[in-house]
């Protein structure tokens, strides 16, 4: 049984590298934990913190004593990401460990553990929609297809007028408000970069929503529902609608 699982999964990883390399990185990035040099995605190609950025960097810097300089690895990976339009090549990974002071190994180590870094290119709007149990339920596959069909893309590719991409992502914590998206813009880089939260959508809404993207609108992030006050019940609260009564404990002064 084992043996036919593993030639199983051998085939699987050969028919990966039989893809062209962009697919390759692709395919590689969340399933696989190695690189893959491509034209775009090399060592030797230069990386920089723009100017702007680097006083973010010192700023990033000083929150951590100078001797943990590697605790700062997560919010300049975030930054070199929000930089080079949503994703990370290899050489910003390096630029950050040259930052930090560490081998670039302690830089992969976390790039390639959260899946909140992208190691493949993304659209300028990447959307995440989420998977877990209670928006699974609540109808998020059809939230899936529907933003599939209408970009005309499978999940992790890129519309050929590189707007849009599609993701999955795992518990948004906000399951009361379930099924919901996650917009991360990069339109802008670093300096307009957002991440909102979209909750209680439709197939019908989420294609609104890249609509507006589209033309450059910025919808109102939240819950979609006009019957919803944020995470409250719909049409209102139906309990609590007084003061409660103070809770019960002993006279302290009688002791």
């Given at each position: 049984?084992?043996?036919?699982?593993?030639?199983?999964?051998?085939?699987?990883?050969?028919?990966?590298?039989?893809?062209?390399?962009?697919?390759?990185?692709?395919?590689?990035?969340?399933?696989?934990?190695?690189?893959?040099?491509?034209?775009?995605?090399?060592?030797?190609?230069?990386?920089?913190?723009?100017?702007?950025?680097?006083?973010?960097?010192?700023?990033?810097?000083?929150?951590?004593?100078?001797?943990?300089?590697?605790?700062?690895?997560?919010?300049?990976?975030?930054?070199?990401?929000?930089?080079?339009?949503?994703?990370?090549?290899?050489s910003a990974m390096n630029a950050v460990a040259k930052v930090i002071e560490v081998a670039p190994i302690r830089v992969y180590e976390v790039a390639?553990?959260?899946?909140?870094?992208?190691?493949?290119?993304?659209?300028?709007?990447?959307?995440?929609?989420?998977?877990?149990?209670?928006?699974?339920?609540?109808?998020?596959?059809?939230?899936?297809?529907?933003?599939?069909?209408?970009?005309?893309?499978?999940?992790?590719?890129?519309?050929?007028?590189?707007?849009?991409?599609?993701?999955?992502?795992?518990?948004?914590?906000?399951?009361?408000?379930?099924?919901?998206?996650?917009?991360?813009?990069?339109?802008?880089?670093?300096?307009?970069?957002?991440?909102?939260?979209?909750?209680?959508?439709?197939?019908?809404?989420?294609?609104?929503?890249?609509?507006?993207?589209?033309?450059?609108?910025?919808?109102?992030?939240?819950?979609?529902?006009?019957?919803?006050?944020?995470?409250?019940?719909?049409?209102?609260?139906?309990?609590?609608?007084?003061?409660?009564?103070?809770?019960?404990?002993?006279?302290?002064?009688?002791?």
């Amino acid at each position: 049984m084992l043996a036919r699982l593993a030639a199983k999964r051998l085939l699987e990883i050969r028919q990966v590298f039989r893809q062209p390399t962009s697919q390759v990185t692709r395919s590689l990035s969340t399933a696989l934990n190695y690189h893959l040099d491509s034209p775009d995605n090399k060592p030797d190609l230069p990386w920089e913190f723009s100017e702007a950025n680097q006083s973010k960097v010192k700023e990033i810097l000083s929150y951590y004593p100078s001797n943990y300089k590697q605790s700062a690895v997560i919010p300049l990976l975030d930054l070199a990401q929000q930089q080079n339009g949503g994703w990370l090549p290899v050489s910003a990974m390096n630029a950050v460990a040259k930052v930090i002071e560490v081998a670039p190994i302690r830089v992969y180590e976390v790039a390639t553990f959260y899946s909140m870094f992208n190691r493949a290119k993304v659209g300028k709007y990447h959307l995440l929609v989420c998977g877990t149990t209670p928006c699974m339920i609540r109808g998020s596959r059809d939230i899936e297809s529907a933003l599939l069909d209408h970009l005309g893309v499978k999940r992790g590719e890129v519309t050929k007028d590189g707007l849009f991409s599609v993701g999955e992502m795992e518990c948004m914590g906000c399951c009361v408000n379930a099924p919901m998206i996650t917009v991360a813009d990069y339109s802008n880089g670093s300096e307009g970069y957002t991440y909102n939260y979209f909750e209680d959508v439709t197939p019908e809404k989420v294609v609104e929503i890249v609509e507006k993207l589209r033309k450059g609108e910025k919808p109102p992030h939240g819950t979609q529902n006009p019957k919803r006050i944020k995470c409250g019940p719909e049409g209102g609260n139906k309990t609590l609608l007084g003061e409660p009564k103070p809770p019960q404990f002993r006279d302290l002064d009688a002791c």
